[in-house]
T-cell receptor, first 115, second 118 residues
Framework: AQSVTQLGSHVSVSEGALVLLRCNYS??????LFWYVQYPNQGLQLLLK??????LVKGINGFEAEFKKSETSFHLTKPSAHMSDAAEYFC?????????????FGQGTTLQVKP | EAGVTQFPSHSVIEKGQTVTLRCDPI?????LYWYRRVMGKEIKFLLH????????ESGMPNNRFLAERTGGTYSTLKVQPAELEDSGVYFC????????????????FGPGTRLTVL
């Protein structure tokens, strides 16, 4: 069965500092991996996705993630945090075996950006 | 293009009452998903519609939950009778159908309905 683990339910960084949100996955087949962001009172928005093309994936708002098969990781990074990045971030894997496209999510990581 | 909308945004009900949540997907999206996030836990899949047909309902917690998608447009999720453990945020998402079986199309999420059962 596929699963996702996000390390750290809360991450706090200073404005301008590096953002690193960790995600590890478990999958018996090559996975499709995603990062979603949820701003307060809004729905989840897709930041970026990995679907077996380039291992370094660039997303919106300056975020990127690198697929590392050997480490079963898909960590999300941004070189310089902005106050507007404060939100909750979710890593997810698509349940390919069931072929419904349903997503399996990690527990979420709340990012706090301090001035 | 309007996004996925959900109604109501918040609902507070007593244990034993009935609540119906509604989701309007993006026009033309055949696939509709319901997810739920119980406080402190991860977002979990409930079920998947393709048009009006239930493709996968393996995540539905029990028979107190009934989902419908008449006409393949909007969907409702009814909880009857509601229990305390049903509290959480219910998300709906929609997506187009890909040309190929393994196509991935982005799921567009609604803002969710926060359900509180007292």
């Amino acid at each position: 069965a596929q699963s996702v683990t996000q390390l750290g339910s809360h991450v706090s960084v200073s404005e301008g500092a590096l953002v690193l949100l960790r995600c590890n996955y478990s999958s018996s087949v090559p996975p499709y991996l995603f990062w979603y962001v949820q701003y307060p009172n809004q729905g989840l928005q897709l930041l970026l996705k990995y679907t077996s093309a380039a291992t370094l994936v660039k997303g919106i708002n300056g975020f990127e993630a690198e697929f590392k098969k050997s480490e079963t990781s898909f960590h999300l990074t941004k070189p310089s945090a902005h106050m507007s990045d404060a939100a909750e971030y979710f890593c997810a894997v698509s349940d390919i075996p069931s072929n419904t496209g349903k997503l399996i999510f990690g527990q979420g990581t709340t990012l706090q950006v301090k001035p | 293009e309007a996004g996925v909308t959900q109604f109501p945004s918040h609902s507070v009900i007593e244990k034993g009452q009935t609540v119906t949540l509604r989701c309007d997907p993006i026009s033309g999206h055949d696939n509709l998903y319901w997810y739920r996030r119980v406080m402190g836990k991860e977002i979990k899949f409930l079920l998947h519609f393709v048009k009006e047909s239930k493709q996968d309902e393996s995540g539905m917690p029990n028979n107190r939950f009934l989902a419908e998608r008449t006409g393949g447009t909007y969907s409702t999720l009814k909880v009857q009778p509601a229990e305390l453990e049903d509290s959480g945020v219910y998300f709906c998402a929609s997506t187009r159908t890909g040309v190929f079986r393994m196509d991935y199309n982005e799921q567009f999420f609604g803002p969710g309905t926060r359900l509180t059962v007292l």
